[in-house]
């Protein structure tokens, strides 16, 4: 226990000096184990131990918050809710399988008031939690769900944030399989009250996310997805596949926005970006990000103009194109050459033709295995701005000389006669379809 304390005491000594959240950890407080005080088995996720977990966490917010530490172990949990106060403490190298049936879609863990009035989301109050945190003890612990084949109708999330201000996530590895939906997402309220603006919160508020990974993500998802955020800072995260930081709001709903995000250290390989702003029809605030990487990836950094999407055109007719606010900015972007990039079939008329026979569709075909394209790619048209510093390239061919790419460098004709021209020349049924996926 003595080298639990210490540990904890480094934690609160060495809190993040940027960022939202607040460090609210006492480590003279009350400290409970999930094995010792609890009974948690480590049983090598043969069994959901959920409801354990839950009573845990439930015990020590009652008390007045403290530290739930889960000791190293294989555990199976899903759908277990933070409540305020608590910091949940799991030791280096602890292995979380979720608990997920099949045909369903899950979350391991979920911040968000959890609402047992029966009155359904849509008319949810503003209640919410606070001072909460999921954080490694000693290093990184892992939620692990790469044995799941990716299926219709399934999807999974490692980590969702609603309502919920000063919260922290820190030290987690995710192994994913390709599935659907990012590992962590932020999102608003789902109340259709329109007064929310009101609220003393109504989306994941003043948080910090740091020193997070996924493997093998969906070229449709990514680490981390934010549809409704405000004072958030994002440090040193990295995706394998898919986008690691994806600013795509507004696709569908009310309430959607991001406001005052900060991020640094931003790396993608193989995958689509490490950051990504798409607005759809939300009207969002200032975004700043300082250092991005991208190895073997289509771009470092994807800008898109706001559209509406069908669904949320015939949901509020009034819907217009959104927008980030003019002055965000993007700095210190480096992308380097690869052919393992995940690249959308709609660059096709982007993608040099040099490398034509170098790409491989991938199940999902709206995708493919390819070579990487540039660095930044700004679709704005103009719409808003986002200032750009500092762009590097390593062992481009094409676009070397092409910091910023837009509309006007793509090659004259349609995407979709060349693709089906593409799979024609290479024996592919122009007609084929795989698994759709419902990311971008």
Not at 233 to 257: N, Q, S
Request: charged share 25%; glycine share 10%; proline share 3%.
């Amino acid at each position: 226990m003595k080298t639990v304390l210490l540990m904890m005491t480094v934690f609160v000594m060495t809190a993040v000096a940027e960022g939202a959240y607040e460090e609210t950890m006492d480590p003279n407080g009350l400290t409970m184990n999930l094995r010792t005080d609890f009974g948690l088995v480590n049983d090598g996720a043969e069994s959901n131990q959920s409801e354990r977990l839950q009573k845990a966490i439930d015990e020590v917010s009652a008390k007045g918050g403290g530290r739930l530490i889960v000791p190293k172990g294989t555990y199976r949990f899903a759908k277990v809710y933070l409540k305020s106060n608590v910091h949940l403490l799991i030791e280096k190298d602890t292995v979380i399988k979720p608990y997920w049936p099949e045909g369903t879609k899950t979350v391991v863990f979920i911040l968000d008031f959890e609402d047992t009035s029966g009155k359904g989301p849509k008319k949810r109050g503003a209640e919410f939690i606070e001072n909460v945190s999921i954080r490694g003890l000693g290093g990184r612990f892992i939620v692990d769900y790469s044995d799941r084949e990716r299926r219709e109708g399934e999807g999974i999330r490692s980590v969702l944030c609603r309502m919920v201000r000063n919260f922290l996530i820190s030290d987690l590895d995710i192994k994913d399989n390709f599935t659907v939906y990012c590992g962590l997402t932020m999102t608003p309220t789902r109340s259709q009250d329109e007064n929310v603006k009101n609220w003393e919160i109504s989306r994941a508020t003043d948080g910090t996310i740091r020193n997070c990974r996924i493997y093998n993500a969906s070229p449709g998802y990514g680490l981390v997805q934010l549809h409704g955020a405000q004072s958030l800072h994002f440090e040193d995260l990295y995706a394998k596949g898919g986008v690691t930081l994806r600013l795509e709001t507004g696709a569908v709903g009310d309430h959607t926005a991001v406001f005052n995000i900060t991020a640094r250290n931003i790396t993608n390989e193989n995958g689509r970006c490490a950051v990504m702003l798409g607005p759809h029809s939300a009207n969002n605030g200032l975004v700043h990000v300082d250092g991005v990487t991208a190895r073997s990836s289509t771009y470092a950094v994807t800008i898109g103009r706001g559209n509406v999407k069908k669904a949320e055109q015939a949901r509020n007719p009034d819907a217009k194109p959104g927008r980030f606010a003019d002055g965000c900015s993007i700095r210190n972007i480096h992308a380097v050459f690869g052919k393992d990039a995940q690249v959308k079939t709609h660059e096709m008329m982007n993608i040099p033709e040099e490398y034509y026979d170098d790409l491989r569709l991938r199940k999902v075909t709206k995708f493919f295995d390819g070579p990487s394209i540039g660095a930044v790619k700004d679709y704005t048209n103009g719409t808003y701005r986002v200032d750009i510093e500092n762009v590097t390239l390593e062992g481009f061919k094409y676009n070397a000389d092409k910091k910023i790419l837009t509309p006007e460098d793509a090659r004259p004709g349609k995407w979709g006669q060349a693709l089906r021209k593409w799979k024609a020349d290479r024996g592919i049924p122009v007609e084929s379809r795989g698994v759709r996926d419902s990311g971008e």
